[in-house]
């Protein structure tokens, strides 16, 4: 299933989200891969905005809020440091359960 969310970066932090997604890209790339054991595809979208700076994640998961509640749960150091990752940048602290994901309203193909 296709999932989707948004958050904002905090003022100043973009350069560091684009830095924290090159490292997953590349340096960290071997431990990201072996951390996904739930999620089957994700790609990351910056979008710059007059109201600031947002990341768009989109992944396959068959269950995203399962994802949600392992890497809120885990101390694996990998994921220890993702969401420092994410604390840094967004300000939002991923060992607190999030909100459920967004609901698809609408969707389309050919």
Do not use: H, Y
Request: proline share 6%; with cysteine.
């Amino acid at each position: 299933m296709d999932n989707a969310f948004f958050v904002p970066i905090l003022p100043g932090k973009t350069e560091a989200a684009l830095a924290f997604a090159e490292a997953l890209n590349t340096t960290r790339r071997a431990e990201l891969d072996k951390t996904q054991v739930r999620v089957t595809k994700e790609s990351w979208f910056l979008q710059e905005t007059p109201m600031g700076d947002f990341l768009i994640i989109c992944f396959t998961a068959d269950d995203g809020n399962k994802v949600n509640e392992s890497l809120t749960a885990s101390q694996e150091p990998f994921d220890v440091w993702f969401k420092d990752q994410i604390m840094d940048i967004t300000g939002i602290d991923a060992n607190q359960p999030l909100p459920q994901l967004p609901k698809r309203i609408m969707s389309w193909s050919r």
